[in-house]
Nanobody, 127 residues
Framework: QVHLAESGGGSVQAGESLRLSCVAS????????MGWFRQAPGKEREAVGS???????SVVDSVEDRFAVSKDSAKNTLYLLMSSLKPDDTAMYYC?????????????????????WGQGTQVTVSS
């Protein structure tokens, strides 16, 4: 069983930055495939970025110039650094993990690949 706890969300103005954190507990593996997803009201959950078991990150094309994924293995913490935030970035942000996934390079952007999910942290960006 893996427990994921996100934090760092909040209400910001367009152009500002936020760093989301996701602390993982309950597993012994250090090389775990993890991802960030978001879901806005009335929209489907979408991938934001991910990281593979060797610590290689990736982000989806739509945010690649503004968002970055990183991980501190010593703290079992996954990060999502978001800069130049836009109102369209408003959503609930979730982290996900799957210790048993044979993780592709850069991680997986496919929600069904992940077994464990956090409760989410809300990000609201106003113009």
């Amino acid at each position: 069983q893996v427990h994921l706890a996100e934090s760092g969300g909040g209400s910001v103005q367009a152009g500002e930055s936020l760093r989301l954190s996701c602390v993982a507990s309950g597993h012994t593996k250090s090389n775990v495939c993890m991802g960030w997803f978001r879901q806005a009201p009335g929209k489907e959950r979408e991938a934001v970025g991910s990281i593979d078991g060797d610590g290689r990150p990736s982000v989806v094309d739509s945010v690649e110039d503004r968002f970055a994924v990183s991980k501190d293995s010593a703290k079992n913490t996954l990060y999502l650094l978001m800069s130049s935030l836009k109102p369209d970035d408003t959503a609930m942000y979730y982290c996900a993990a799957n210790p048993d996934l044979i993780c592709p390079y850069g991680g997986s952007w496919v929600a069904r690949d992940y077994e464990y999910w956090g409760q989410g942290t809300q990000v609201t960006v106003s113009s």
